[in-house]
């Protein structure tokens, strides 16, 4: 089965630090998806990665925020510096398969970040 | 550019009764189209899906189907239980199998005994 780990679950920071989120899809996969989450905006996509290359990245809000996949097994989701306004559920989403433009996007269970 | 449109929430249900969330889209060409269910303290997880227009989806006694002349795909229940309470959201996928899902604004049912 397909799944998606992501770390931390939970995250409280003060205004101005860094914050790093993970993403480790569990098993393989094509695309990898951040996503985020609030109550005012819903969900937005942020940036997605098709075989570890960056295909789309104009969700991204502004240069604070940074992602990188080095690997096919890795995906992080960096801000620098962090403000209140980024609290938020991040989820990390995958799809596997062969193609059809049917494929299931397989969501991480998210990390709930807030800033202080 | 594309885009989905759902109908706004919070939902309150009796059990057994009958749902319906309301879903149009607004798409170039012939997208994919799906609900994704996201219950309490959750990721998304894809309820149901259709690729072409009069396929119906159908998963857990959920229907939708995929009506292009009226560029719409209604989520239907008849008779929605607790365990239903959730987030649904409504999502479209154009240009190709690994691109971004275009998501609506997610409707909240609740489901009360």
């Known amino acids: 089965d397909a799944g998606v780990i992501q770390s931390p679950r939970h995250e409280v920071t003060e205004m101005g630090q860094e914050v790093t989120l993970r993403c480790k899809p569990i098993?393989?996969?094509?695309?990898l998806f951040w996503y985020r989450q609030t109550m005012m905006r819903g969900l937005e996509l942020l940036i997605y990665?098709?075989?570890?290359?960056?295909?789309?990245d104009s969700g991204m809000p502004e240069d604070r925020f940074s992602a990188k996949m080095p690997n096919a097994s890795f995906s992080t989701l960096k801000i620098q510096p962090s403000e209140p306004r980024d609290s938020a559920v991040y989820f990390c989403?995958?799809?596997?398969?062969?193609?059809?433009?049917?494929?299931?996007?397989?969501f991480g269970p998210g990390t709930r970040l807030t800033v202080l | 550019g594309d885009s989905v449109t759902q109908m706004e929430g919070p939902v309150t249900l009796s059990e057994e009764a009958f749902l319906t969330i309301n879903c149009t889209y607004t798409?170039?060409?012939?997208?994919?189209l799906f609900w994704y269910v996201q219950y309490p303290g959750e990721g998304l997880q894809l309820l149901l899906k259709?690729?072409?227009?009069?396929d119906k989806g159908s998963n857990k006694g959920f229907e939708a189907t995929y009506r292009k002349e009226t560029t719409s795909f209604h989520l239907e229940k008849g008779s929605v239980q607790v365990s239903d309470s959730a987030v649904y959201f409504c999502?479209?996928?154009?240009?190709?199998?690994?691109?971004?899902?275009?998501f609506g604004k997610g409707t909240k049912l609740s489901v009360k005994p």
């Open positions: 989403a995958i799809t596997t398969g062969p193609g059809g433009g049917y494929n299931e996007q397989f």
């Open positions: 098993s393989g996969h094509n695309s």
């Open positions: 990665f098709n075989n570890n290359v960056p295909i789309d």
């Open positions: 798409a170039t060409g012939y997208p994919s």
């Open positions: 259709a690729t072409k227009a009069d």
């Open positions: 999502a479209l996928r154009n240009g190709g199998s690994q691109g971004n899902l275009i």
